[in-house]
Each structure stands twice: as structure tokens, then as C-alpha cells.
């Protein structure tokens, strides 16, 4: 049974830097791909970042080289680096896990930027 568990959420002010990993367990094959979602009260859940296998990434254009997404295929987990936050970056982030058997979720870490 595959298990997503992210961490690294917190309270953080504008202009600030944050560092999301996301704990992959129960697969023993690397994901094709793992992706950074976030929902923010009211709206609906979008695409931050994905990374394939191979380590091709792509973001939503809203993150204008803010973020950084990179994984550890070995280990299984995966990595978001967000700088120059700005309170609209405030949300609950979800680390989300695809392979040959279907998709995955995690529980959601809460990221608040706000001074």
C-alpha cells in the first residue's frame, strides 16, 4: 500500500522561503511521475509542479521561477523548494504520486504566508 507523507508546511513571511518533501513508501518502483498540488480556501486544487522519471520538470505559470521541484528516485521522495513567497502562495500543498497501478495522494501540509 503506497503512503504519501509530506512536511516542512509552516508560517512563513512575504518574501520568505519554505522547503516541502514528500515521504513516498510501500512502492518499490520509482513513480513516473510526482507532482505538487495546492488548494487554498474556496478554490480549486492546481497544479504547482511536476517531475517525471527521467527529471523533466514543469510548473503552473503562476510560480515565474520561484519554485523548484527535484526528487530522490532512489529514496522515493520528492522535494519542492518555494522562494519569494507571497501571501496568495498561502494554501494546503499536496504531494501526489503516479505509477503503473494508479495515483496517490498525500494528507496535505499547510503553508500560511503571511507577515
Known amino acids: 500500500q503506497v503512503q504519501l507523507v509530506e512536511s516542512g508546511g509552516g508560517l512563513v513571511q512575504p518574501g520568505g522561503s519554505l522547503r516541502l518533501s514528500c515521504a513516498a513508501s510501500g512502492s518499490t518502483l520509482s513513480f513516473w511521475y510526482m507532482r505538487w498540488y495546492r488548494q487554498a480556501p474556496g478554490k480549486q486544487r492546481e497544479?504547482?509542479?511536476?517531475?517525471?522519471?527521467?527529471?523533466?520538470?514543469s510548473y503552473g505559470d503562476f510560480v515565474k521561477g520561484r519554485f523548484t521541484i527535484s526528487r530522490d528516485s532512489a529514496k522515493n521522495w520528492v522535494y519542492l523548494q518555494m522562494n519569494s513567497l507571497k501571501p496568495e502562495d498561502t494554501a494546503v500543498y499536496y504531494c501526489n504520486a503516479e505509477d503503473y497501478a494508479g495515483a496517490y495522494w498525500g494528507q496535505g501540509t499547510q503553508v500560511t504566508v503571511s507577515s
Open positions: 497544479l504547482v509542479a511536476v517531475i517525471s522519471s527521467g527529471g523533466s520538470t
